[in-house]
T-cell receptor, first 119, second 116 residues
């Protein structure tokens, strides 16, 4: 079964360092997302991406964050200067095209997550 | 206001019994989708079941069924014949809108523990 692949699975970094989290979405999917989950808390939306541009971002997604799809397969999340409060699990998700509510087109498939620890 | 509300404290169920996990939602949209995801201790998010707002039948996927009560804005997950591997965190989520500007909004989750 096709899956969303995320690397690294765990990264430890020093405060102030840049971090890039990588994702390979499912190949025929067109909508891409980043979510984060601070330990023990709910999953929060960061950003959605479609047609090579950001379609929506949350207030969490400030100037320190950026996303890119450089080569048509990878989808990256960059945190420019990490803060302690950026420590979380970061999930990439993708969804294939579709209008209305045809079941399969609406399901977000998540990757296994990248755990970021900022010291 | 919370869009997705999951208020149950940690839930316990005996193996092989059924359990219901509650979820209420709030939206003014006519078209929306409701999802349940499972998050085991390993951390990944596993899709379980989906219900569209226009679906007249309650969704079912194997041992999972969704008790959808539109007028009450509830979308409870029913797990039949619980297994030890069902022990996990369960998240209810809602998708509003269509196309590029739609996203999932998650509830806080419910921890389910299955006792042998």
């Amino acid at each position: 079964e096709p899956e969303v692949t995320q690397t690294p699975s765990h990264q430890v970094t020093q405060m102030g360092q840049e971090v890039i989290l990588r994702c390979v979405p499912i190949s025929n999917h067109l909508y891409f997302y980043w979510y984060r989950q601070i330990l023990g808390q709910k999953v929060e939306f960061l950003v959605s991406f479609y047609n090579n541009e950001i379609s929506e971002k949350s207030e969490i997604f400030d100037d320190q964050f950026s996303v890119e799809r450089p080569d048509g397969s990878n989808f990256t999340l960059k945190i420019r200067s990490t803060k302690l409060e950026d420590s979380a699990m970061y999930f990439c998700a993708s969804r294939r095209w579709g209008t209305g509510y045809i079941s399969g087109a609406n399901v977000l498939t998540f990757g296994a997550g990248s755990r970021l620890t900022v010291l | 206001a919370q869009k997705i509300t999951q208020t149950q404290p940690g839930m316990f169920v005996q193996e092989k019994e059924a359990v219901t996990l509650d979820c209420t939602y709030d939206t003014s949209d006519q078209s929306y989708g409701l999802f349940w995801y499972k998050q085991p201790s390993s951390g990944e998010m596993i899709f379980l079941i989906y219900q569209g707002s226009y679906d007249e039948q309650n969704a079912t996927e194997g041992r999972y069924s969704l008790n959808f009560q539109k007028a009450r804005k509830s979308a409870n997950l029913v797990i039949s014949a619980s297994q030890l591997g069902d022990s996990a965190m369960y998240f209810c989520a809602m998708r509003e809108g269509t196309g590029a500007n739609s996203k999932l909004t998650f509830g806080k989750g419910i921890t389910l523990s299955v006792r042998p």
